[in-house]
């Protein structure tokens, strides 16, 4: 709530999956309790607080469980191991970083104030990471209840490639759609697979490809088994990896050609020597023969 102001002593000790705790934007000020508030999330990392938090330090309570921020392996890792450095950290966790600091306020931020945010960055691609790993999908799917035209926004202006990054968990931003399941979740993992995974291969005009990829993302929302879930995602994901794999093999391997068929030509266009297509891919090194290929290249064939 937005009347939060205290966060009690082991109010989430030993949560050790707990990666993101939600502070309300108009908050001002909150008082940490000293006696292990977040000791042993090993997780924790989105979560950003008020500038003018302060820590409340009671020595008896410390001696019990250890001090705010014990064993937070991230936090500590990033900002270092004393809770002074960790909470200036926290306070500073977005200040670099607007459009990640508007998706973990998801709740309070709209779609236009999000997209105007991505206009007015320089270079988008280079704040897409932040210190913890973490990239804008990664802050919005850790949050509960993340919004559909939130992600719209994000998946307009950046490459799929970026849902392929992992955190500081080493997860997937998808990773925490499908931990945190419900229909929410279930339509933003469609609109992300969809977009990072059949998109692409409906650009290449690959039919049949996206018909794979199509029933591939289907079973993974279909499934109800979190781990078998997973399994099925990590699938998919393993399979558009060979076919993009593949397809970087034939435009490359068509670049070559491409080369090769023109050295057969003098630039006033008399044939110079006979370079045919089984030449050309002998000397450019490919071992996949693609049909008809020189038909691209507007060249006739020697």
Known sequence: PNSLERICSMGFFGCLN????AIPRDSRHINIGSNGVFARCQSLANLELPKESVIERRRFEEMLFGPSFHQCTLLMNRSGEEDGCILAGLMSRFDNFPVHRLCYHHSATTAQELRQCLDDQDNVESLVVDKFGMTPFHVLFSNIGPRLDLLQVLLDE??????????GNGKLAVDYLMTNWSGENKELLQM????????????????????????????????????RRS???TEARSAFALYKGIEAILILE??????ELKRGWRNDGTKRHAVDREESRCVCGSNVVIPSVAMFFGIERA
Request: aromatic share 8%; net charge negative.
């Open 18 to 21: 707990l990666v993101t705790v």
């Open 192 to 227: 992300a697979l969809h977009s990072s995974m059949v998109d692409p291969l409906t650009r290449w005009g690959s039919a049949s490809w996206m018909e794979v990829m199509e029933s591939k993302v289907q079973d993974v929302l279909a499934d109800d088994d979190s781990e």
């Open 231 to 233: 399994t099925l995602c």
């Open 254 to 259: 068509m670049a070559l050609w491409k080369a």
């Open 158 to 167: 950046y490459p799929y490639k970026i849902l392929d990054l992992e955190d």
